[in-house]
């Protein structure tokens, strides 16, 4: 009985991490949106959001591994048999969360690219600026012909 039980809760467990991959699918397509807005600011709390899902996900990670050392071996391959289309889900959200963050990470780099184009810009003109506000700084106020 007490295996079962196990077996049971190692299975809501899966499940509840189920639907955090779900909860970071939707959290990154809103990172996604914030980037192509350029809001910084929604970036950095949407950052803090997936941070607190994956510490949920950490923490029930850790409870599952708890409850499968306790199963035997043999215990263990019959729960992944019975629950192979979940496995195969949690996988697949896995995969998606994984491309998702390349795509977030891809756009976070061209756009700092662009920043560094014109931070680079400013500092040609800037340069260019020194040159010329020497040169009339260094003229007299009023022409000495008159």
Known sequence: ???????????????KEESCFKDLVNKIEEQKQAIEDKNGFRVLEIIEEKNRIIKIFHNLESEVNDRLQSLSLEETQSLKQEEKTLMVSL???????????EECEINISRDMKEVEKKIFGLQKGK???????????????ISRKI
């Open 91 to 101: 996988e697949k959200l896995i995969e998606t969360i994984i491309r998702m963050e």
């Open 1 to 15: 009985m007490e295996i079962k039980k196990t077996k049971q809760l190692i299975l809501d467990n899966l499940k």
């Open 127 to 141: 340069k260019i600026g020194k040159g010329y506000g020497s040169f009339l700084k260094s003229r007299p106020l």
